[in-house]
């Protein structure tokens, strides 16, 4: 095997890291596809630090130099899609490892690939939500509002997403705004059932991946970073509470 350049052999791991960590595999699963992705091109030392939101590795060449990255990551999302695929690529990588180069050309075509479209993510919202009213024990009339509220939930979302806002408040005002939706919505047919309606459409907002993530990272010894998704579980928790209460007690008072 040629002699690798730790340079770019740490930029392309790291980027590898990164990407996994931005569309929200776990802290464990950015860990070991990193170690796995170094120990195919024979690194003797590589050490790792991952959070939610930083990466720190450090790598020791031939020599004896270490060779050092961070990176902060600001935006994440939930994309399993683009995990399965570097997940895939990893394991590729540590079977055959290939030149950098083309690493990082897939690393590239992966980042690139298109998110799924503004419509079927609509779909997703409405049929989450509608299944979830009925699942609550809705009956059909309220799945639909419950599907109409999901409607204008994702709107909200998208617009926020556009302008990089804090995502906190993008989940109080769609909460509210699905709140809203289903208040009027029994002002105009008494016969819905407002909880079953309200329930429904929050269910797209329940944090449940990171939920899982932070218990998978307690599990895993991961202490702060499953504490840190901990507290991004709570405060989407808080938000939705917010932004549904402010509703249904502004409408309560009138």
């Not at 218990?215 to 917010?242: F, K, N, Q, W």
Request: hydrophobic share 50%; charged share 20%.
């Amino acid at each position: 095997m040629e002699q690798v350049d730790y340079n770019s052999l740490i930029l392309v791991g790291s980027n590898l890291g990164r990407q996994l960590l931005q569309n929200g595999a776990e802290i464990y699963r950015v860990e070991e596809s990193m170690t796995r992705f170094f120990k195919a091109y024979h690194v003797s030392q590589c050490d790792l630090f991952v959070l939610t939101n930083c990466i720190n590795v450090t790598l020791q060449d031939s020599d004896g130099q270490a060779v050092t990255r961070i990176l902060r990551i600001n935006d994440y999302t939930t994309d399993m899609d683009k995990v399965e695929k570097l997940n895939d690529l990893c394991r590729k990588t540590c079977e055959t490892a290939p030149p950098l180069e083309t690493v990082q050309e897939e690393l590239k075509k992966i980042e690139e690939t298109p998110a799924f479209p503004y419509k079927i993510q609509m779909l997703g919202f409405i049929g989450l939500a509608s299944a979830s009213t009925l699942f609550f024990g809705g009956n059909f009339v309220d799945a639909i509002m419950s599907g109409i509220a999901g409607i204008c939930m994702q709107w909200v979302l998208f617009v926020f997403e556009k302008y990089r806002a804090n995502s906190f408040f993008a989940n109080l005002i769609a909460s509210a705004v699905s709140a809203l939706v289903a208040v009027l919505a029994l002002r105009i047919f008494p016969q819905l059932h407002l909880d079953k309606i309200i329930m429904g459409a929050i269910m797209n907002l329940v944090p449940g991946i990171a939920i899982t993530s932070f218990m998978r990272d307690l599990l895993s010894r991961d202490y702060l970073s499953g504490t840190l998704r901990l507290v991004e579980s709570l405060l989407v928790a808080t938000a939705i509470a917010l932004g549904t209460g402010a509703v249904l007690a502004f409408f309560r008072f009138l």
